[in-house]
């Protein structure tokens, strides 16, 4: 249902933009922080929108979502950026990760205009890229800025080295 180069993730809960994996071939494929041993994820890609959160807010079916979301990329593309020197960790239950910051173009006018036409007020994802999780365990939506802002920042010398050579 979602224009490439866009990925509608199963069962209607996110939309994803894909990232190829060259972009974060300077990162190692295994980190330790905290005493926690995290592995690089095989596939990259930022979050866009939380369909299944926007739904409910809107109380519309998330068909409904997607077709805004459509629209909206087919007038304002969101387009990848870069990365910004920004590793946070996130844990919930048992799910830890490291996350990277990075910056989308008309992921605020996505927002305002969603929040417009289905009288709603979701908060702007924050645009972030997954780089470790614990192995078999899922990434973890992190739903607003207050959330991310909340979050501890990751200093470490592997992960500056990396970022220092990402060609983005």
């Known amino acids: ?8 993730k199963a069962g209607s809960e996110s939309v994803w933009l894909p990232l190829p994996a060259s ?11 905290n005493t926690i ?3 690089k994820k095989d596939e990259f890609h930022v979050t866009l929108l939380h369909v299944k959160n926007a739904s409910i ?13 459509d629209l909206f990329i087919e007038k304002h593309p969101i387009e990848f950026l870069s990365t910004v020197d920004d590793f946070r960790y996130m844990q919930e239950n048992e ?11 008309n992921l605020d006018l996505l927002f305002t205009e969603l929040n417009e036409k289905f009288n709603i007020n979701v908060p702007k994802q924050p645009p972030h890229v997954t780089i470790y999780s614990l192995p078999d365990k899922p990434a973890i939506h992190i739903l607003s800025e207050a959330i991310m802002e909340s979050l501890e920042r990751v200093s470490a010398q ?9 060609h983005t």
């Open 1 to 8: 249902m979602i224009r490439e180069p866009y990925i509608e």
């Open 95 to 105: 799910r830890k990760t490291i996350v990277v910051r990075c910056d989308v173009s």
């Open 37 to 39: 041993k995290f592995r």
């Open 158 to 166: 592997e992960l500056e080295r990396a970022f220092s050579n990402m």
């Open 23 to 33: 972009l974060f071939l300077p990162f190692p494929a295994e980190i330790e922080w």
């Open 57 to 69: 807010a809107a109380n519309v079916p998330t068909e409904e979502i997607l077709t805004f979301f």
